[in-house]
């Protein structure tokens, strides 16, 4: 392959990427917006993690007022008893989720290191605070790590996976 | 030239969304869609795709079967069929090569290695 052909596949490449990401945002958006109420948003949220992402195991929990402790309160192909609370405390890495900022292993890999066996957190995000976070613990054998793609798509899922979940009269404290 | 057409099957939203969001924007093919494998066989005989791409684990009949009965009819015995499935377990590729089945790909899909691999079956 000449260097103009190696160039050029590059670009296509990069295009379809491009492309590729621009697609598992939109989807994720329509399937989102077409939840009718929690239930079909948590299917919805199910659905955008499994067939995009490549998880079948996932957790969703709630953030408790005092924000030091974390209470599962949906799950898919976890054990939810072992997983029914996450201690937030002075945990660095769920302190900063609880703020805000997305866990994700393989893609930020420098603070990885922790005790807890997630490949990453995700905080909800609703009316400017951390209402829910969600977890996803393993990825399936043939995806080795999230990529830039899965990254955005995660990022998505903190803006906008709040307003599909709850009303803004029906927080999580409320559930 | 007719335009090739796509049997999708898949009882996820999300992964129909996303294969036809590829397909439509990447290549020229034409799309259809059933969300099980029931539908899938009445899709199949009549539609008459040029391909079916269809996810394994669904209700009513899951893709090995629904494999399996099309290769057992006369109209839908000679269409190539990739199963899609989250599984890439050795066990999991043979029992979908037994039902009938012509290749596999895993999820989540990649959007180039699908194209690649059904241009591979269709052409351009």
Redesign the interface.
């Known amino acids: 392959m000449t260097s103009k052909a190696k160039e050029d596949a590059v670009k296509t ?1 990069g295009a ?2 491009s ?2 990401r621009d ?2 945002l ?3 958006q ?2 989102l917006a ?1 939840a009718v109420d929690r239930e079909d948003a948590l299917d ?1 949220i199910r ?2 993690v ?5 998880s ?1 195991e996932i957790a969703l929990f709630a953030v408790e007022q005092d924000q030091a402790i974390l209470s599962l309160f949906w799950s898919f192909g976890i054990d939810a008893a072992q997983h029914s609370t996450l201690v937030a405390g002075a945990n660095p890495l769920l302190r900063r989720v609880i703020d805000g900022e997305p866990y994700v292993e393989g893609a930020d890999r420098d603070r990885n290191g922790d005790l807890i066996n997630f490949k990453a957190f995700v905080p909800i995000r609703l009316g400017g605070r951390t209402v829910a976070v969600l977890g996803i613990r393993t990825l ?4 080795a790590r999230f990529n830039e793609s899965d990254v955005q798509l995660l990022r998505f899922l903190s803006r906008e996976a709040g307003k599909a979940l709850f009303s803004d009269s029906d927080t999580v404290q409320h559930l | 030239m007719a335009t090739k057409k796509i049997l999708l099957v898949d009882d ?4 129909l ?2 294969e036809r ?2 397909l439509e ?2 290549t020229h093919y034409e799309c259809v869609t059933a969300m099980d494998g029931v539908e899938a066989l009445a899709k199949a005989r009549e539609e008459k795709p040029d391909l079916v791409l269809m996810d394994v684990v669904m209700p009513q009949m899951n893709g090995f079967e629904t494999c399996k009965k099309m290769r057992e009819q006369a109209d839908t015995r000679e269409i190539p069929i990739i199963l899609v499935t ?1 599984r ?2 050795e066990s999991y590729t043979e029992a979908g090569f037994a039902s009938g089945c012509n290749d596999y790909i ?4 990649n ?2 290695e699908l ?1 690649e691999l059904l241009r591979s079956y269709l052409g351009e």
């Open positions: 490449n379809v990427t492309a590729f697609f598992q939109e989807v994720a329509r399937r077409d919805a659905d955008i499994t067939n995009l992402l490549g079948e399936l054998p043939q995806k | 996820s939203k999300t992964a969304m996303m969001s590829i924007n990447r989250t890439s377990e895993t999820k989540p899909i959007s180039m194209l």
